[in-house]
C-alpha cells in the first residue's frame, strides 16, 4: 500500500474509533496529515481473543454494551470513547496528532494512540499499556480512568466497573488491617478477615490516607493490626473476599510493637491455666512471610479483644471453632507450636458462624 494511502486509512480508522462519525469527515481530517508524521502502530489482536478475553464493564452502574478484552500483559484495555461518555467527557479527535483530547469542565487530558504517555496535571505518567486501536476502536489501560481521569476502578471475575468520583456513592466502614500487600504497584489492604472473610480495599494515588492526628500517610506506613476507618466505593466485585475502590482510609489505632506477626484460623483449642490464664491455640495461615501458620497466644490483661467490626469482645467470647485473627511480637517460642503473648485478638466469625 502507497504509504500517503496507508496514513489515510489509519486516520480514518482512529477518527471513527474515538468520534463515530461519518467517513466523509474522516476523509477529509485525514487529508491534512503533514508529510512525514510517523503513522502509530496498531495492535495486533484476533477476533478469537477479543471473543475468549472479553471483559464486561459497568460505568456508574449501568452495563455498557461496548466490552473490553483482557490484554498481553494482564491489563484489562477498555473501549475509551464508550467509558469516557458514560463519565460525562467530552471527545476531540485531533487528526494530525494522532491523539484525542478529552475535556470536562475544567479537566483536560490528552491520549495519543501507540504511547505509553498519558498527561495528567500537565505531567507525563506511563501506565500498564499503550493505547490500542482493535477492530476501530480505542481501549486504554483499566487504570487510566483511575490515575488520569477521576475515578474508582473495581475489577474481579465478574469485569470492571467504574465509579466517576463527582458521582460516586460510598460507603463507611471499620475494621483492623489483616494485610497490606503492594505487587508492582498494585497496591491493597485486606480488613475484616483474611482469607475468604472481610474485604480487600484497592488503594489508588487518588486514595486519601490519614493518621489518627488527620496528618497524610504514605501508604507504606500502613501496617497489620492498625484498626482502620474507611469509605468505599459501593461497587464491589462478587468475589471472596469482594474488592472494592477505596477513597479515604484513616488510622484510629495502631499497636505499639515495631514488629508485628498475625495468624489467621481456626481456634483449636483453649487452654486455661491453674492461674486462670487464657490461651488459645490457632491454626491457619501466617500474615506475614515470617509468621508461623499455627501458634498459642495468651491472653493477657493489656490484649486487646476486638470483633470484626472494632467493638471490644470478652474472652469468653473466644471459644473453639471460632475463626479469629490474632496478632503478636516475634518473641516466641521454639516450641511447636511455637507460643506467644496476643497484642490483639480479633474475632472474625463465631464458631457457629465458622
Avoid at 465509579?163 to 497496591?187: I, L, P, Y
Avoid at 499497636?255 to 492461674?275: F, M, P, R, Y
Wanted: aromatic fraction near 4%; charge should be negative; avoid cysteine.
Amino acid at each position: 500500500m502507497h504509504h500517503t494511502t496507508k496514513k489515510t486509512a489509519v486516520a480514518i480508522a482512529l477518527a471513527l474509533a474515538v468520534t463515530g462519525g461519518g467517513a466523509a469527515w474522516a476523509q477529509a481530517e485525514a487529508a491534512t496529515q503533514p508529510q512525514g508524521q510517523p503513522v502509530p502502530t496498531l495492535a495486533l489482536i484476533s477476533s478469537d481473543h477479543l471473543k475468549q478475553a472479553v471483559v464486561p464493564v459497568q460505568v456508574n452502574g449501568q452495563n455498557l454494551e461496548d466490552s473490553g478484552y483482557l490484554g498481553q500483559g494482564g491489563e484489562a484495555m477498555l473501549p475509551l470513547r464508550a467509558v469516557a461518555e458514560a463519565m460525562g467527557f467530552q471527545l476531540q479527535w485531533n487528526a494530525q496528532a494522532y491523539s484525542v483530547e478529552l475535556t470536562k469542565d475544567n479537566l483536560f487530558t490528552t491520549v495519543k494512540t501507540g504511547e505509553n504517555e498519558y498527561a495528567v496535571n500537565k505531567m507525563l505518567k506511563k501506565l500498564e499499556a499503550a493505547p490500542a486501536l482493535v477492530e476501530s476502536k480505542l481501549y486504554v489501560p483499566a487504570s487510566f480512568f483511575v490515575e488520569v481521569l477521576p475515578g474508582a476502578v473495581v475489577s474481579g471475575n465478574d469485569g470492571i466497573s467504574i465509579t466517576a468520583k463527582e458521582e460516586r456513592k460510598s460507603v463507611q466502614a471499620k475494621g483492623v488491617v489483616t494485610a497490606v500487600r503492594d505487587h508492582e504497584g498494585r497496591r491493597s489492604l485486606h480488613i475484616k478477615g483474611y482469607g475468604t472473610d472481610g474485604v480487600v480495599l484497592n488503594v489508588g494515588e487518588q486514595t486519601e490516607i490519614l493518621g489518627a492526628d488527620g496528618n497524610k500517610l504514605d501508604f507504606s506506613a500502613l501496617t497489620i493490626g492498625m484498626e482502620v476507618e474507611v469509605e468505599h466505593s459501593m461497587a464491589m466485585t462478587m468475589s471472596l473476599p469482594p474488592q472494592t475502590a477505596a477513597f479515604r482510609i484513616k488510622v484510629v489505632s495502631a499497636l505499639e510493637a515495631k514488629d508485628v506477626l498475625g495468624t489467621w484460623g481456626t481456634i483449636e483449642e483453649i487452654l486455661q491455666s491453674v492461674n486462670g490464664d487464657v490461651s488459645v491455640r490457632v491454626k491457619g495461615a501466617g500474615l506475614t512471610d515470617s509468621s508461623p501458620e499455627e501458634v498459642v497466644l495468651r491472653i493477657a490483661k493489656d490484649t486487646v479483644l476486638q470483633n470484626a467490626e472494632g467493638k471490644d469482645i470478652g474472652v469468653s467470647e473466644l471459644t473453639k471453632g471460632a475463626r479469629v485473627v490474632g496478632f503478636y511480637t516475634p518473641m516466641l517460642t521454639k516450641s511447636l507450636p511455637p507460643i506467644g503473648t496476643a497484642l490483639k485478638m480479633t474475632l472474625v466469625a463465631e464458631a457457629s458462624e465458622a
